[in-house]
């Protein structure tokens, strides 16, 4: 048995991409070029509008296929694997220890810190909505055995409102996940994470840090080693460490930043 980790750009999503730009072709052929049942006015009319579904449609497919073979797993690129690896590398726990995974998806990141970790243990938390419907807890469950992975476990969760006490981690992570959640202060999500974190506990928080979702992150920093916290750097992933600049921009990950540190 192998793993199956998913790819952030559904299958589904660029196959009905790929059907709206057939359609929108087909049309203009049939409509809008031959003019079947149509006059000269209502072929324009058909024209624009099918030429613009089909290019705009294929276009859009094409950027998705792109970012597809950019995140597979199974890829040259491998680029997802290579963000959660990197990540887990900041992830550390005492013999003993407990760390949590906000938003895992379908179990990679809290796998590859269990894997990291077997003095320790890792526990994964999602809501696994309707956005992403393939990933589901028995999802993580089977990618933990097939990895051969026990020191890990899967439960419903909401990052707006963890639902552990304060201080119960040793260490705490999470991977593109807070930038999906509409509406939400994304100081307040890290404010919340960092709450059910041990004093001496870890952080690494990876996601598109833009200030337009996120606000002031050097503020942010700052703000938390008025805390007390310790070690807190913020680090642009887009700059060699994961990817370059203009991957970032060609695969829309611009602003992906690392937050990590100690409290």
Same mark, same amino acid.
């Given at each position: 048995?192998?793993? @199956? ?20 072709? =087909? ?19 058909? #024209? ?36 959660? $690896?990197?990540?887990?590398? *900041? ?6 220890? !407990?760390? =949590? ?11 590859? &810190?269990?894997? +990291? ?12 909505? /309707?956005?992403? #419907?393939? *990933?589901?807890?028995?999802? &993580? ?14 439960? +419903? ?5 963890? %639902?552990?006490? @304060? $201080? ?7 991977? *593109?996940? *807070? ?27 990876? %996601?598109?840090?833009?200030?337009? !979702?996120?606000? @002031? ?12 916290? $310790? ?14 600049? #203009?991957?970032? /921009? !060609? ?10 540190? !100690?409290?």
């Amino acid at each position: 048995m192998k793993a @199956d980790y998913k790819n952030w750009v559904p299958k589904g999503l660029i196959a009905a991409l790929l059907a709206a730009s057939a359609t929108g072709g =087909l049309c203009f052929a049939a409509f809008g070029a031959a003019g079947w049942g149509a006059g000269r006015t209502a072929r324009i009319v058909w #024209a624009v509008a099918a030429g613009t579904i089909c290019a705009l449609c294929g276009l859009l497919a094409a950027q998705f296929i792109v970012m597809y073979r950019a995140f597979s797993y199974n890829g040259k690129r491998q680029l997802a694997r290579q963000i959660v $690896e990197g990540t887990a590398r *900041y992830v550390e726990l005492p013999p003993g220890g !407990r760390g =949590l995974d906000v938003g895992c998806g379908s179990g990679a990141l809290t796998i590859a &810190c269990a894997k +990291r970790n077997p003095q320790g243990s890792m526990l994964g938390v999602d809501r696994w909505g /309707r956005e992403y #419907a393939s *990933y589901n807890k028995p999802l &993580c469950e089977r990618n933990a055995a097939a990895e051969g992975t026990s020191n890990v476990g899967f439960a +419903r969760g909401d990052a707006l409102k963890l %639902d552990f006490p @304060d $201080e119960s981690f040793d260490a705490v992570t999470s991977n *593109y996940v *807070y930038h999906n959640v509409r509406g939400a202060d994304k100081q307040k999500l890290l404010l919340e994470t960092l709450r059910v974190l041990k004093k001496g506990g870890v952080f690494a928080i990876h %996601d598109l840090m833009t200030p337009s !979702r996120y606000g @002031d992150m050097w503020e942010f920093v700052r703000e938390l080693k008025r805390r007390g916290y $310790e070690e807190v750097q913020l680090l642009d992933t887009t700059a060699g460490m994961f990817m370059s600049p #203009a991957e970032a /921009r !060609r695969l829309m990950l611009t602003g992906s930043a690392l937050l990590t540190g !100690r409290k």
